[in-house]
């Protein structure tokens, strides 16, 4: 006979219930704060990457704009100074730019410079983790504007010189570059002159481009539809809507619509969609592109460039240009020539010199 009390398996199961509902419980509670963890993890992985690529587009961004109009930040020097600095302020954060001049060529008049930019985040970040920060470069050099040059007088239209007194030369008058053509014409109608020696001197003293006047024209590699509607060269003043310059201390650019009687002496870029006419002892110094013809009474002096008869580029019919009697001054000066482009010179980046592993500061 049994001695011990029989209990009942209903007391057993009892017993162990309790045990495994709380071990159950204790697991969800783990999985529950382990996909919390995991979660907040995913979450501050996914902010950090787009904070990284914010940081990285600001850097970026900052970069291209000082490049392409560090004029609209404050900089104006012609070529950047040995070391420019600028915090560019941007849509979700900024840049620093810090420029700095790191070759010089002052006979070429090229200069490179190695730019920085260190863009930082300023959105909302997860709480402990820093402000996204990334910084790009790039080796740029400071690029004249230049126009290839054939004369000092370019006429599209042929030119007539009446007389053999001095009409022009396309020997640098600064010095600096090889003679060019004194002229440079069409082969018809050409170069003409009644009486006298060669009124021009240059090396040759004229060139013949091309056989007609079109031929010239689509060899010229020139926009004058875009230089002559205001776009391809921005004008500082557009006459007749504004006034003639009292100062020409910035080298202005300056486009006239229609045909111009040149009032005083002046100095830069002048764009003159019609005819041209200087009389008296008017000089302009740098470049002058006129769309017809010019007329120069007097001893008046162009020093730089010369170039009539481009609206034969748009299909127009334009008339020889007829140069009278007298000594006239128009001549090749690449220096003048420079300094009226040289609002036109820009940063240029250096191909394959873009870098991402610059240190940060």
């Not at 709480?127 to 599209?156: C, D, H, I, K, N």
């Not at 926009?223 to 205001?230: D, M, Q």
Request: some cysteine; charged content about 10%.
């Amino acid at each position: 006979m049994n001695a011990y009390p029989v209990v009942h398996d209903r007391w057993q199961r009892r017993g162990v219930a309790l045990p495994v509902t709380l071990l159950v419980l204790i697991l969800l509670a783990v999985m529950l704060a382990a996909g919390f963890t995991a979660l907040g993890s995913e979450r501050r992985v996914n902010a950090n990457a787009d904070a990284e690529v914010t940081a990285f587009t600001l850097a970026e961004s900052g970069l291209e704009l000082f490049m392409s109009q560090r004029d609209s930040l404050g900089f104006t020097a012609s070529p950047p100074a040995a070391s420019e600095s600028a915090r560019v302020t941007l849509t979700g954060g900024y840049a620093d730019v810090v420029s700095t001049r790191v070759r010089s060529d002052t006979t070429a008049k090229r200069y490179g410079y190695a730019i920085r930019a260190h863009g930082v985040s300023t959105a909302g970040a997860l709480t402990g983790t820093p402000q996204a920060e990334r910084t790009v470069a790039e080796y740029a050099v400071w690029q004249p504007a230049t126009m290839r040059t054939f004369a000092g007088f370019t006429s599209l239209s042929g030119i007539y010189k009446n007389g053999g007194s001095t009409m022009g030369s396309g020997t640098d008058a600064c010095g600096a570059l090889p003679a060019i053509a004194g002229v440079a014409v069409p082969g018809n109608p050409g170069y003409t002159q009644s009486g006298g020696g060669l009124a021009v001197s240059g090396n040759p003293p004229v060139d013949t481009l091309a056989s007609t006047p079109q031929q010239m024209a689509d060899s010229m590699n020139l926009n004058w539809y875009g230089i002559s509607n205001g776009t391809a060269l921005v004008p500082d003043v557009t006459i007749p809507s504004g006034a003639w310059p009292s100062s020409f201390t910035n080298w202005p650019t300056i486009l006239v619509t229609g045909d111009y009687a040149l009032p005083t002496s002046g100095q830069g870029t002048l764009i003159v969609t019609g005819s041209l006419s200087m009389s008296g002892s008017e000089s302009w110094n740098g470049l002058v592109l006129v769309g017809n013809t010019i007329t120069i009474n007097g001893t008046s002096t162009i020093d730089g460039a010369l170039v009539t008869g481009l609206n034969i580029m748009l299909g127009d019919t334009v008339g020889v240009n007829s140069i009278g009697n007298g000594v006239k001054h128009i001549n090749y000066d690449s220096c003048t020539l420079a300094s009226a482009l040289s609002k036109y010179a820009n940063l240029t980046n250096y191909t394959n010199a873009w870098l991402d592993n610059w240190p940060g500061y």
